[in-house]
């Protein structure tokens, strides 16, 4: 009998809205899986209802170990940063995999679930990331900067960050850029792959752009409709300032313009559709370059995919 080097690790990934949460619980029931957060903004505290957490788990602990409960399963990484915290990539990276060695050791199934390419990405490849701890004072002197100014200063250190990094996403900008100024190397040369630790199994629901569109504008509305914007309210109560890393997820920061009676209420539910809609965009050309996933077309697909993955695994364990 050949041993096992590598725990298997099965990973649901996509663009926002294509179903990744709800499918990442099925298949948990279904194959004894736990959960590990792959959403970057799903990590924060009290973030819940835009952010898209599956509504009704609750923050617990059993045996030493804290996450979050959903449906009797478990999600780890989830709900925990204060939203006045950053996390880097490789803080990321190294929990997650603490949290897989974890779960591989209880015998249960190792999942990934979630629609940050990088966090995904630096998993599966074992990405080598530079521990460079957050700069308050370097992120002060860039906050004064629009977006395309800071473009135009990680270009000009590193040019093949334009295929590399998103460059819509300010925080992304601004990490990369803080990431090559404090070590004095580009950033896309620092992410280097090393030998790998685990064994993945990459899934993602393929829909039509019209569909996922449509899911993502029903969405945002249920989302107000689910108390959205009483939830900002909530967090503003709690002394969260409109500038926290938390606050510039997207609708966050459009909803609190209304908030703050910078627009109306139409305008800001119109742009935070829109850039769900840019975003979703993003997501599904930087998961369309990975050859390893496997498209499905709906959960039942995405099942079966699994079922068979596990029994070849079993085969020549």
Known sequence: MSVRALPRVLCIVGPTSSGKTLLGVR???????????ADARQVFQSFDIGTGKPIGGKRTSKGGRKMYVFEGVPHYLMDFLPPTKTMTVAEWQ???LAAVK??????????????????????????TIPQVPPQPEFRKAMATKPLA????????????AKEKVDLKNP?????ALEVTTFTG??????????????????????LERDELR????????????????????????????????AMTSIGYRELGAYLRGECGIEEAVKK?????????????????????????????????????WLGEKEKTA
């Not at 992410?191 to 629901?205: C, L, Q, T, Y």
């Not at 850039?275 to 709906?298: G, N």
């Open 214 to 245: 449509e899911r993502i504008n029903l969405a945002v509305d249920a989302y107000i409709e689910a108390g959205w914007l009483d939830e900002i309210r909530t967090i503003r109560d709690l002394g969260i300032p409109w500038d926290a890393p």
């Open 149 to 160: 100014d800071l473009v135009k200063l990680l270009l000009r250190a590193d040019p093949n």
């Open 185 to 206: 190397i580009p950033f896309t040369q620092q992410k280097i792959s090393a030998k790998p630790v685990i064994d993945p199994f990459v899934i993602a629901i393929g």
């Open 272 to 308: 935070t559709k829109a850039a769900t809609w840019q975003y979703a965009k993003r997501q599904l050309t930087w998961f369309k370059r990975d050859k390893r996933i496997h498209w499905v077309k709906d959960e039942a697909e995405a099942e079966k995919r699994v079922k068979a």
């Open 171 to 175: 925080r992304r900008v601004l990490r």
């Open 27 to 37: 298949l948990a029931k279904k194959f004894g899986g736990e959960i590990i957060n």
């Open 94 to 96: 190294e929990q997650a």
């Open 102 to 127: 974890g779960i591989t050791t209880r015998k249960k199934l190792p999942m990934v679930v979630g629609g940050t390419g990088l966090y995904i990405q630096a998993l599966v490849d074992n990405y």
